[in-house]
């Protein structure tokens, strides 16, 4: 981070990588929270010497620069005061004749980060710092098994598995590809391969996959993967509850044959034919929605007290995964590296070709999507769950692309950030929508909505009509 980047920072209202503090004379105590948070997060930069107050930000100045720098880096580096070592990159600014220095806190491997205590753990959302809950606390300690879980033995054997699923698994492998190695091994020895089997004893991932659900639950209590078709564009608005909920499976393949042909109900699929004359399924939106699913399934963290769970909606369907991705959306994107959290699940999909070789298949579901509607997927991606929204349908009486050109323009005319942008672009859509919402749909915290709302009414581009319930927002200009 350079001067330039640190004086455009300090000109915007809500990062989730950057926190102030004023730190004239000593270092806050509030700086620890920020470390740990930071550290158990994203990673971000820590800036000493400059006063906030609301979204007006003012240069303080430390008195003591060298002191401050010293004391603050040897607390990191010793085992003293935090659990884990942590090496943070310092930069020292001058700004109008006063001394700023700024902390990069890189993102941590070994997590959680705390100090003093484990109940000193804290996590960063949106634009703060926040005491983690045990449940996330837990979540942490699984991620350090991040990618090798699933290859570990129950102390169950052959006979916990379902034979029709292993069977299924065996026809559908020789359908779609007939040519693979796997087709002329025994039953044992396909299992073996798969990583299922390992001296006997089932692994993790083979009884998630194959088992038999009284023997999942002897080691995942409550094993379940929820699905629900819900009658209304939000939970707010539905008629009900919900008008479908599928009954629980033997096992994440039984539940993949189980949810896949409802999901495709809900898009439309031109009919096409293959060169041999049968209907085909392999277009690029259809594509998208089963990778966004099997996408689902090899991810999710099954230990968890969080569920794995599918919702349909009028206009979108979620997916919603316990655990969080390893890295950003963008660096794994970007990457040609697998890091699945369940490898050996994710082999298994990807042998009967449900699953990308590579990576997590991010190109297929946003370049698929698009070819079908042009709106793209939503990921929202925290500490201890990922959940992408797809749209599958328009808002009604809306010109194709009116919504979308709207909002441009006005974030051009009036240099409002990409969150402002999508909360016009939302209420544009659904003008009842709650801040609660658009919390939950952008992904930052309900203060960081009320301080984009606060811009965008102080620019007149925003009302709202009537009361907090039962009016509804009007964009204006």
């Known amino acids: 981070m350079n001067k330039n980047d640190l004086i ?19 270092i806050p105590k509030s700086s620890w929270e920020t470390v740990s948070a930071f550290s158990n997060t994203g990673g971000g930069w820590l800036v000493f010497g400059v006063y906030q107050q609301k979204d007006e930000y003012t240069i303080t100045g430390l008195k003591n620069p060298e002191k401050i720098e010293q004391g603050f880096i040897t607390n990191l580096r010793s085992n003293q005061k935090f659990n884990v070592r942590i090496n943070p990159i310092c930069r020292k600014y001058d700004i109008g004749g006063k001394t700023v220095l700024a902390f990069h806190i890189p993102v941590s491997a070994q997590k959680p980060v705390y100090f003093n205590n484990i109940n000193n753990t804290f996590i960063r959302t949106a634009s703060g710092d926040q005491r983690a809950t045990q449940a996330e606390i837990d979540a942490m300690y699984r991620d350090q098994a991040f990618g090798t879980k699933d ?3 129950t102390d169950l054997n052959i006979d916990a598995l379902n034979e029709s699923s292993i069977k299924r698994y065996r026809n559908f492998l020789q359908v779609v590809n007939p040519s693979h190695q796997y087709n002329l091994l025994s039953d044992e020895e396909l299992l073996q391969k798969l990583q299922v089997l390992k001296g006997g004893k089932i692994t993790i991932a083979g009884l998630l996959f194959f088992g038999k659900v009284d023997s999942i639950e002897e080691v995942i209590t409550d094993f379940r993967i929820d699905y629900l078709e819900i009658p209304g564009t939000s939970l707010e608005t539905a008629s009900s509850r919900y008008s479908f909920r599928l009954d629980q499976q033997e096992n994440i393949f039984e539940y993949y044959f189980a949810i896949y042909p409802r999901l495709l109900q809900q898009i439309n699929i031109p009919f096409k034919m293959t060169l041999e004359g049968m209907a085909t399924e392999d277009q690029p939106h259809v594509q998208a929605l089963r990778e966004a699913f099997v996408n689902m399934l090899m991810h999710a963290d099954y230990f968890s007290t969080s569920k794995p769970r599918i919702r349909i909606f009028t206009n979108h369907i979620e997916f919603f995964n316990p655990g969080g ?13 697998s890091q699945p959290r369940n490898p050996v699940l994710a082999k298994m999909f990807r042998v009967i070709k449900l699953a990308e070789t590579a990576g997590y298949g991010f190109d297929k579901i946003f370049n698929g999507w698009k070819t079908y509607i042009d709106d793209k997927p939503l990921y929202t991606n925290k500490l201890d769950f990922v959940e992408l929204r797809m749209t599958t349908q328009k808002a009604e009486g809306l010109v194709e692309g009116l919504v979308e050109g709207l909002v441009e323009g006005l974030v051009e005319k009036y240099k409002l950030t990409a969150n402002q942008g999508m909360i016009l672009q939302l209420m544009l859509e659904q003008n009842t929508i709650s801040k609660a919402q658009l919390s939950k749909v952008i992904g930052i915290s309900t203060t960081a909505i009320d301080k984009n709302i606060t811009r965008l009414k102080n620019l007149k581009l925003l009302r709202r009509i009537g009361l907090a319930k039962g009016g509804y927002w009007e964009v204006l200009d």
């Open 151 to 153: 290859r570990e033995l």
């Open 8 to 26: 455009r920072r300090l000109q915007d209202i809500e990062w989730e990588d950057f926190e102030v503090k004023k730190a004239e004379k000593a």
């Open 325 to 337: 991705l390893p890295k950003d959306l963008e660096t794994l994107r970007n990457s040609d590296i």
